[in-house]
């Protein structure tokens, strides 16, 4: 492989696994597209090797996330469980309906999504001190120097939820991310602290299922994954960081920018301009 390309694969999956730690978006909206027009590679190949990026970039955050109390793991494998069921149900329902349709619906969502999270401030519902409920939890905020305590609310409406994002992510091939982060945030009162690497967690469960089935059909270019792996484990990690010392005011307003990128990309790619 030569030097260049190799240098493009590293910086592609560090910036995305910057972003991905960052918002919980795993980067496949990145890895995708510039696999295909910076690359050359074909979709069924980008794919597969924007699943092994998503994973290496999850094992990354994850590793720092969990460690720090900020991943919610309770709370991510009860929503992993519906979304795995949304995104079979997806993969169903796409045969059915037009691919611009599915893209331009996932654009409102999240262009909603973006719009409350700018316009309704965080609400965290902080548990009652002799609450023993399977849903108080407690993470360090290290920008505030503060512990910040919360219960998650409307549990089994998110759960709910988290099937139509899993039938979104399945039929559009964009990240469950988009939707399940903004979902905890405001309908589940998470702190975005917290939901953000929740999300991150979820997506390298959802992405090593889907990069199994491409690996036994010999669709993963080994030398691209190799070099986005990289990239993305080591992006990952400096995000991390970032994210932790960021304030939740400023994380959320750029979180609402990238879902408003991501919108306007995904609408470009419904109207065949990209």
């Known amino acids: 492989m030569e030097a260049l390309i190799l ?35 074909a979709p069924a190949e980008a794919v597969a090797v924007s699943l092994i990026g998503i994973i290496a970039g999850s094992v990354g955050a994850s590793t720092v996330f969990v460690d720090k109390g900020l991943s919610n793991i309770r709370l991510g494998l009860l929503m992993e469980i519906t979304t795995a069921a949304g995104a079979i149900i997806g993969a169903i329902v796409a045969g059915l309906l037009d691919e611009w349709l599915l893209m331009c619906i996932f654009s409102a969502i999240v262009l909603y999504s973006a719009a409350r999270m700018i316009m309704n401030p965080e609400r965290v519902i902080p548990p009652s001190e002799d609450s023993e409920s399977r849903f108080a939890f407690e993470y360090r905020d290290e920008a505030n ?9 409307n549990v089994k409406g998110g759960m709910a939820l988290c099937t139509v994002a899993g039938m979104i992510s399945s039929m559009t091939g964009v990240g469950g991310g988009a939707v399940k982060v903004p979902l905890m945030n405001i309908y589940m009162h998470v702190p975005i602290k917290a939901a953000s690497p929740t999300s991150s967690y979820m997506i390298g469960i959802t992405a090593f299922s889907g990069a199994i089935t491409y690996l036994l059909s010999g669709q993963v270019l080994l030398e691209y994954a190799a070099g986005i792996a990289i990239g993305a484990f080591a ?21 609402s920018v990238l879902l408003i990128a991501v919108a306007i990309l995904v609408l470009l790619q419904a109207g065949g301009i990209l």
């Open 145 to 153: 120097d503060e512990n910040v305590r919360y219960e998650v609310d």
């Open 7 to 41: 240098a493009g694969l590293l910086l592609t999956g560090s910036t995305a696994g910057i972003l991905g730690a960052l918002f919980g978006l795993g980067g496949g909206f990145i890895f995708v597209p510039v696999l295909m027009l910076a690359f050359g590679l």
């Open 235 to 255: 992006g990952s990690i400096a995000g991390t960081s970032l994210a932790r010392k960021l304030q939740t005011k400023h994380l959320r307003k750029y979180f």
